[in-house]
């Protein structure tokens, strides 16, 4: 593949793989709502005229990935044979298709496939610029960056003007900001000890672990049982100290009176958010257990569908850290968008990662933010989780507990032909023997 | 096929058909936000050991109908071969399959997918029974009622006792009306006038028409220009005189802001409601449009997701009349939810109908609702469009400009087999010579 190229290319072909990897098989990855998931990528790669690949996907936890890939493919008419330059008009006629829009709008499988193919996009372009994408969008001009926002539903809490201002405002020391960045990496929090799946043993293990390893939080998943729940918290407590911040995470397990409940029982382990504490859809009903549980910071955002969502837990003082998802929401472009907007109401996004991929990706939009957006690490963290991170071509790097900002080109999404040969549902060897 | 039979039985086969309507030839269906529609079914049948089938579809407008009827092929395994007496366990199992979940969850394509299937169920067990399902949900008992339902996510709003309460409280009663409804049928409105493709001419004749039918209510598509709805509510106001109601629909053409400045340059024409202003996900927008449009009524549905918006919709005081659609949410099942806050918040239910078999299935639920529920039809309506009725083998009657009670067995959206082949994408006749 050429390193870098200028000049007009065109999208000849469009590939999709049911990439499905089996987690369930060592209950990584088990939480309250989710005990058996088998991590898989609904995986698409662009091919150019001029020899360049762009990867991307959308993450699922196992049945339903084929479903997934289906719709993946159907975008196909959106991509081939045309020339990719504007990737805000691209997006927006993907999102506003007045047909596909009906199967959403803007949510569910139809829009995480805009999202993978929107990811694939982004890819494909920061490895043609030789420049990995969180540097490519932070050297892109505020006017180009709200060119490739699509602002419908969203000016009643932030305007196209106001989000150039943002923008603009963080223009003076982003090259000191880069080099920094380069220099010390964003820091990371690790879920590998928390999974409901492991004993009080491998919790002690993975606790004193991420200490070594310099994280600066943990967290915990909760919500099955609460007296194991309060049993496990006091393990972590006792290995990582009275003020170390550990974050719950309930994986909507809750309703609003159950959540508010279940969380005060907890609160003397003083947890540093709770995280997906009900539904993803419910805006009153997070900022309900919000004011029902002060000052525990309620987090969330790895299933909201997108920017209308996010708007309203904003809006109504649900949340106080917003989790971006890279792969749910329509991919960088509507990330932007939800970048902005925690910005001008001033929460703090600390992303969702692990799963498939997920760390590879996000990391570019946190370290986007920094540079470009906001002007800041403080308060901030990328979740980590150390799985299968070795079926990737530009695999995350962590150092000190902090995210080593990418140098290759891309968006880093792109997984080892192997790795996909391999997992590929059903007929892979992975599966096939299984 | 028999008619009517008991005892255990079990599904033994599954057909999907992707059948779509080249509607948009004629600009039938034609708004602000969907221009050119070809108004199409992801169409399901079940097959039962003693030689029942249930009829079932997701509604989509064209393309992406393929990517929704994959996704109803994916949910074959939790009905082959299961024995689907108890339609509440089964309907908990697909929206709760922690893997299928991850898609939603409980919205967009999977989501649709699962009402497509559950709706088939439904018309399965009501043609068993030898029943319209109107009547066999009406004859269910309180209890049998509440345990169809999945109250997670509710209770801050509907917890099932007050659901059981609800219903309890409508025991009285119920055969008188049963007999009123047969004999009276339940109120329609009609859409057919207000397509924004449709010249001044053909709005007139159609206005007059509605009324000669005797329709106690229009509604018209507005949101795309200002002084072309003014001049078309004028218009419709000239032939229906100046008390009709005449409704206006937006389909989500705009922001909060200006969605409260053009509602308020129609305020003279005194909209009867004005219907899904803007994204179906923005509860805290259709809030702030109804104060700001005050006294004229919201009302929203035919897009939004699931039970958990609704609820907010309610608590929010966001919207005035709530149109429920029969095939978006988790069909029949999560419908008895919205039904029933509904009444709690004592919001009138006004369904949203039309596409392809819309008007079919939704009456059933109309009708139970007052037989069951509310025990009232005052303030409100079916909405209805005379499109494509001759395809189905037991089409609604409308009567006085009223839906005259279904009496054959089922749920009435099943589709004459000339018309799956003849329309079938992309290989029916309609399609190959296209």
């Not at 499905?20 to 989710?34: E, H, K, V």
């Not at 298709?97 to 999202?115: C, Y």
Request: charged share 25%.
């Amino acid at each position: 593949m050429p390193v870098g190229a200028a000049g007009a290319y065109r999208i000849v072909g469009m590939e999709t793989h049911d990439v499905r990897f089996p987690t369930s098989r060592q209950l990584d990855g088990s939480d309250a709502m989710n005990p058996d998931p088998d991590y898989s990528a609904a995986y698409v790669v662009l091919k150019t005229d001029d020899g360049f690949e762009g990867h991307g996907f959308a993450f699922t936890i196992g049945r339903g990935n084929d479903v997934q890939t289906t719709a993946i493919s159907a975008l196909e008419p959106y991509v081939i044979g045309k020339d990719v330059e504007d990737l805000g008009a691209l997006y927006k006629d993907m999102v506003n298709d007045s047909q596909l829009r009906w199967l959403g709008p803007e949510k569910g499988v139809m829009h995480m496939a805009i999202s993978a193919v929107v990811n694939a996009l982004w890819d494909l372009k920061a490895k043609r610029a030789g420049k990995p994408l969180w540097r490519l969008l932070s050297e892109l001009s505020p006017e180009q960056i709200v060119d490739l926002i699509d602002f419908r539903y969203l000016s009643d809490a932030l305007t196209r003007d106001e989000a150039l201002q943002i923008l603009k405002n963080a223009e003076q020391g982003k090259a000191e900001r880069i080099a920094r960045l380069i220099e010390v990496g964003y820091p990371a929090y690790t879920t590998s000890p928390g999974w409901l799946g492991y004993d009080d043993e491998k919790l002690r293990r993975l606790c004193k672990e991420a200490l070594d390893q310099g994280f600066g939080q943990i967290k915990l998943k909760v919500g099955a049982d609460l007296e194991d729940d309060r049993r496990r918290f006091r393990v972590a407590r006792e290995i990582c100290g009275p003020d170390f911040p550990i974050a719950i995470d309930a994986n909507q397990r809750w309703d609003v009176g159950s959540g508010i409940e279940w969380i005060n029982a907890l609160r003397e382990f003083k947890p540093h958010w709770v995280e997906e504490p009900t539904s993803p859809d419910d805006v009153l009903g997070h900022a309900a257990i919000a004011r029902g549980i002060e000052p525990i910071p309620v987090a969330t955002g790895e299933h909201v569908q997108n920017r209308i969502i996010f708007k309203q837990l904003l809006q109504a003082n649900a949340i106080s850290y917003l989790q971006i998802d890279s792969a749910r929401v329509g991919g960088v472009n509507e990330n932007l968008a939800i970048l902005l907007l925690a910005a001008k109401f001033g929460v703090p996004v600390c992303p969702h990662a692990g799963g498939v991929g997920l760390c590879e990706l996000v990391q570019h939009l946190s370290m986007f933010d920094y540079v470009a957006v906001t002007g800041t690490m403080d308060d901030r963290v990328i979740e980590y989780v150390d799985h299968l991170h070795e079926h990737f071509v530009d695999p995350v790097v962590i150092r000190n507990g902090r995210y080593v900002a990418p140098s290759a080109p891309g968006f880093s999404g792109e997984l080892h032909a192997a790795s996909i040969t391999a997992h590929t549902f059903p007929d892979g060897e992975v599966w096939r023997d299984a």
